[in-house]
């Protein structure tokens, strides 16, 4: 059984500019979150989606976004690049969510930004 | 999830000894637990979980102890091998919350291993 791929694996931007990140969960999984790994915060949480719907966000600028198509592969935006977000950006896919279903991760993207 | 990013604190363990990295959970109603591992340049991997009805899960040469008295979970690595160098950090979450949002993420035990 595959795992969750990410899309692309690294990954250098220039401020202002936008970036797309791609996810593909493990099949049958219908959770997809979204996390922001940096070495002075740890895991941040930015969104999660189900069934292509928004469950959750976290304390995240409008600039990130995201979305989740019917085959429940997901999609991370982020506009007007800044310096700060350079990070490694994990995908993570479970059956329902968090309820007791582990979630598992992807390898992740490697975001700079110059 | 909110997890705190500070200074990762370090256990350097000798190949073969056995290992026990610790974690301090900070949600008295959390119930189910996770371990990852997280190896450099790779996303976190998933080693082994243990629901709060449990005071003790093996798996491959891991043990996770719960104890939930003092909020406090180890896990247990055997014969430790230069493979398992990597941050380990657990997970808490409550079963019967519906999102990923409210997993909480621990900052991780960095394990170097010694020849």
């Known amino acids: 059984k595959a795992g969750v791929t990410q899309t692309p694996r690294y990954l250098i931007k220039t401020r202002g500019q936008q970036v797309t990140l791609s996810c593909s969960p493990i099949s049958g999984h219908r959770s997809v979150s979204w996390y922001q790994q940096t070495p002075g915060q740890g895991l941040q949480f930015l969104f999660e989606y189900f069934s292509e719907t928004q469950r959750n966000k976290g304390n995240f600028p409008g600039r990130f976004s995201g979305r989740q198509f019917s085959n429940s592969r997901s999609e991370m935006n982020v506009s007007t690049l800044e310096l700060g977000d350079s990070a490694l950006y994990l995908c993570?896919?479970?059956?329902?969510?968090?309820?007791?279903?582990?979630?598992?991760f992807g390898e992740g993207s490697w975001l700079t930004v110059v | 999830g909110e997890s705190v990013g500070l200074h990762l604190p370090t256990l350097s363990v000798q190949e073969g000894d056995n290992s026990i990295i610790n974690c301090a959970y900070s949600?008295?109603?959390?119930?189910?637990f996770i371990w990852y591992k997280q190896e450099s340049g790779k996303g976190p991997q998933f080693i082994i979980d243990i629901r709060s009805n449990m005071d003790k899960r093996q798996g491959q040469r891991v043990t996770v102890l719960l104890n939930k008295t003092v909020k406090h979970l180890s896990l247990q690595i055997a014969a430790t091998q230069p493979g398992d160098s990597a941050v380990y950090f657990c997970a808490e979450n409550i079963l019967g919350y519906s999102s990923a949002s409210k997993i909480i993420f621990g900052s991780g035990t960095r394990l170097s291993i010694r020849p």
């Open positions: 993570a896919s479970s059956l329902a969510g968090g309820t007791g279903n582990t979630i598992y």
């Open positions: 949600n008295s109603a959390s119930d189910y």
